[in-house]
């Protein structure tokens, strides 16, 4: 940043971000208990967070949570589009983070093969 013109530019852009994350945007929740980080959470999340960006899908919120409690189905993630059913997948494995992003995020297609649970 060399003026303030510079940081003004800034201040906008990350004021549209935050804007689009108040309209209540897609969040995607990432189970990082131990029993998610030893099947590899980690490295999911780390994956969903670059898809996104490779993306520039920024009105998508990803938040790590605790255990979820089924621990054998891990890597959970949960997907929450607006207006729609909470989505759970299971047993998600690093090459069925960009089929859930094309599938479920970007196009609204629920990735049926994964699925563990609906919530309303």
Known sequence: MKSLADLNDLRDKLQESINLR????????????????????????R???????ARNLNDVKVIPTGCIGMCDKEVLVDVMRPGESRITYGNVKLA?????????????????????????
């Open 96 to 120: 069925d983070v960009k089929k859930i992003i094309d599938d479920h995020i970007v196009n609204g297609r629920i990735v049926a093969n994964l699925v563990v649970k609906r919530k309303a």
């Open 22 to 45: 108040k309209k209540g945007g897609t969040v995607i929740i990432v189970g990082m208990g131990t029993c998610g980080i030893a099947a590899g959470a980690r490295e999911v999340m």
């Open 47 to 53: 994956a969903i967070l670059d898809e996104l960006a």
